[in-house]
């Protein structure tokens, strides 16, 4: 049978075995070794566990990477002191502050505090700016890695139906962007959205990141649609998508599997905006 899958773990694996050669021709030649900061804030156990694969996929490629690991207490002032020292730190190539923060803590004004020159996440106003006028700078990771994926496996964008669930800054917002220049007719959908059935049948490529798992069946999709699913829930212990991947499975083109699929290639994509961060320097 057909394999339909887009293997978003096999070509991270590939990516980061290229990052590890340039890093490794980086401190040959150069005497430079990347440096990734991460800042997170509070107890989440799914925050922590993502930061932990970033720690590791530092680790593996050979970068220097510091965690910073700060209470929920903390105040904004206090976050925004430890911003500004790792713009200042020469170690630090890129600055990861990971989401979502504590509601006492605005999230605009920590990102618009960190150097755009560091900001491997590309959320700075200046970088989601300038992606907007397609002169991007960093292109945020997850979308990013969407797009890798798909320009991977030789599947068309232009001129297709790009339909994206989800209008967050970090995910369904830069994606809509970065299709819309890949020359794709996007509709962006949310919780708003009358008769979401309407947009998601006429989907040649549905990318979907709600965080509702298996929000999406079969009955919603049509024949032969390039699924990418970038939710990740934890349902019973298990990472569970937001696609009924069994349901739909059948009636799809190619599909991203979770996990597996977006999340790899999202942390592939933040090694590689810190390795750009290196040469922008
Ligand atoms: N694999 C990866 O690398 C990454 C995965 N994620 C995962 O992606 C998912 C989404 O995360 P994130 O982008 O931060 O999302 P947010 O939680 O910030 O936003 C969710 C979006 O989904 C929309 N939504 C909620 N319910 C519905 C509905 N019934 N119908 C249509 N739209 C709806 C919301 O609409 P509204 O704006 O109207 O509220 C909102 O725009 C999560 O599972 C998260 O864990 C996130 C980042 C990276
Ligand atoms: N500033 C910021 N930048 C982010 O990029 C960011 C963030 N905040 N907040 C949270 C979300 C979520 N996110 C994921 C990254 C990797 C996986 C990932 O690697 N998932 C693996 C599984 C890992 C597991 O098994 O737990 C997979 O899907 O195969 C998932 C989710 C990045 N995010
Ligand atoms: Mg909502």
Not at 215 to 227: L, N, Q, R, W, Y
Request: proline share 5%; hydrophobic share 40%; glycine share 6%.
């Amino acid at each position: 049978m057909k394999n339909k899958l887009l293997d978003g773990k096999t070509l991270a694996k590939q990516i980061r075995a290229e990052i590890s050669q340039k890093c490794k021709d980086l401190k040959r030649q150069a005497g430079i070794i990347p440096g990734l900061a991460v800042v997170i804030v509070g107890d989440d156990p799914a925050s922590h566990s993502y930061v932990r694969s970033k720690e590791k996929a530092c680790f593996e490629v050979g970068f220097y990477s510091e965690v910073h690991k700060l209470e929920k207490s903390i105040t904004q002032q206090e976050l925004l002191q430890l911003i500004k020292q790792l713009n200042s730190n020469p170690k630090i190539n890129g600055i990861l502050v990971q989401l979502p923060l504590p509601d006492h803590i605005d999230e605009n004004m920590i990102n618009e505090n960190i150097d755009p020159k560091k900001d491997i996440d590309g959320f700075h106003p200046i970088n989601l700016g300038n992606l907007f006028l397609n002169r991007p700078n960093f292109v945020p990771c997850t979308p990013k890695g969407i797009l890798r994926l798909l320009k991977h496996y030789e599947i068309s964008i232009e001129g297709k139906n790009v339909v994206v669930i989800g209008r967050s800054n970090i995910v369904g917002k830069p994606t809509a962007a970065l299709f819309l220049h890949e020359n794709a007719t996007v509709t962006l959908c949310h919780s708003k959205t009358e008769d979401l059935e309407m947009y998601t049948k006429q989907a040649d490529i549905l990318i979907v990141a709600v965080g509702r798992p298996n929000f999406i069946t079969k009955d919603m999709i049509k024949e032969g649609a390039i699924i990418i699913d970038a939710g990740t829930t934890k349902v019973n212990n298990k990472l569970t998508g937001d696609v009924d991947f069994d349901d739909v499975y059948d009636k799809v083109e190619k599909i991203t599997p979770v996990p597996g699929g977006v999340g790899p290639m999202t942390i592939a994509m933040l090694l590689e905006n810190t390795l750009e961060a290196v040469l922008k320097k």
